[in-house]
């Protein structure tokens, strides 16, 4: 694709996303949530009358977020005079961290045409401007070039399949050679970076790290949880979808009075809850319900109803199934592993995943294919807490060996910023 065909396209999207905004609850969001961002920047950046220096920090949505936040707090650390910018491109991200007071504005990123890039930032001027991840959008990043932007993506881990080392990924190359330094996960991406004439780039670590060790030692203390569980084996099941609970339900009811569980949706979807609870076999009851329950060790099955709570809710586990895997894509295993429980998941797509690939080699994590290899797992876990702990212990160990990543791309920082 060359910068034509893009421009075409990234107007083209725009378009299509608003006649598309009434039909789609998320879309409709999006739209709505980008209707007033320049006015509402003008007036911030405005009342800023000592023109404070602005860091930009972006997110495509909530995981990036997670993982970008250790950074972003860093740099609010070292530089609490600097203005900090916050915008996410979807509303998963935006809608939940709205509201973050680490920033001093949070708002959606205008779709990527050249009118508003240009507009966008002209009005930000930033000083430095952090791209989390694969977060790279072409206008932006020109515009971020001609500002004089000193230009920073972490935590970035690149493989041959991806469209930057394709032969029709001209305009992708464009857009990793506008970026000042690279900060990447392993030895493997700086190798593929390396062949495509990029060399500002460094190894890191993944930040993810840093903000999982973080969530454990502030983890919130849930009484309610502690009443649930009883003192029986739990298994936490963070992010599932419904591919997962189809193999996950017939594990909980074979294993009914022997094992609870804790299941938090990666979306909270009213129907599909209520099919999933008349499926199980035991007592299930809602999050939002349980306060008015006396006899809240009586319930086999905890659905959480909302959002945010889930990186509190390990600490009581066991065990944890983590969502994704059957189907968009692995969801954070690091939440689990810092609280050192044993890791399970689907089998289909883990493998982009890092972390999911070591640890399964190191045995702290274990993909499963099926209820039936999830039935002998978790019948294994519960029948020899040893072998539990073992793999718990491993995975814990994983977390804490990983971290560090933050303090690297802070070293980087002060030598531009000073």
């Known amino acids: 694709m060359g910068p034509g065909i893009y421009q075409l396209a990234i107007n083209l999207f725009a378009s299509v996303v608003k006649v598309a905004a009434p039909f789609n609850k998320k879309i409709q969001l999006g739209v709505d949530g980008r209707r007033d961002v320049f006015d509402d920047l003008t007036k911030t ?14 997110a495509a949505s909530l995981g990036e977020f997670e993982q970008g936040r250790p ?44 009118a508003n890039s240009t507009r966008f930032v002209e009005l930000v001027r930033p000083e430095i401007a952090f791209f989390i991840k694969y977060e ?28 930057y080392f394709k032969p029709h990924g001209f305009l992708h190359r464009q857009m990793l050679a506008c970026v000042d330094h690279l900060f990447v996960q392993n ?3 700086i190798s593929m970076l390396h062949q495509i004439g990029i060399t500002a780039c460094s190894i890191a670590g993944d930040t993810r790290f840093d903000r999982v060790r973080e969530i454990a030692t502030k983890a919130r203390d849930l009484p309610e949880m502690t009443a649930f569980k009883s003192g029986k084996t739990c298994l936490i099941a963070g992010s599932v979808w419904e591919a997962d609970m189809e193999v996950l339900i017939p594990v909980l009811n074979h294993f009914e009075k022997q094992l609870k569980a804790i299941i938090a949706p990666h979306e909270i979807k009213k129907e599909e ?6 499926q199980l076999k035991g007592k299930s009851v809602l999050y939002s319900e349980l306060h008015s329950k006396t006899d809240t060790n009586a319930y086999d099955f905890l659905i959480i109803d909302n959002v945010g709570m889930l990186s509190s809710l390990y600490k009581y586990g066991e065990m944890a199934w983590i969502g994704g895997s059957f189907g968009v894509g692995l969801h954070n295993i690091l939440e689990a592993a810092t609280f050192g429980l044993p890791v399970i998941f689907g089998d289909k797509s883990y493998h982009r995943f890092q972390e999911a690939v070591d640890l ?16 002998q797992l978790v019948g294994q876990f519960l029948g020899d807490h040893q072998d539990r702990e073992k793999a718990g212990r491993i995975s814990e160990n994983y977390v804490a060996s990983g971290t560090g990543a933050t303090d690297i791309i802070m070293s980087k920082v002060k030598q531009i910023i000073g």
């Open 45 to 58: 950046l405005s009342a800023n009358a000592e023109r404070r220096p602005v860091a930009w920090f972006h």
């Open 71 to 114: 950074v972003m707090e860093a740099y609010r650390a070292v530089y609490p005079d600097h203005f900090l910018l916050l915008t996410f491109f979807s509303p998963s991200g935006y809608e939940v961290r709205k509201n973050y007071a680490g920033a001093d504005f949070v708002c959606y990123l205008p779709i990527d045409t050249q």
């Open 136 to 163: 790279f959008w072409f206008n932006y990043l020109r515009a971020l070039r001609k500002n004089g932007t000193y230009i920073v993506s972490f935590s970035s881990i690149f493989r041959p399949s991806q469209i």
């Open 187 to 189: 030895q493997e991406s």
């Open 273 to 278: 809850i209520e099919i999933w609870r008349k």
């Open 360 to 375: 399964v080699k190191l045995g702290g994590a274990f993909p499963v294919s099926d209820s039936a290899g999830a039935e």
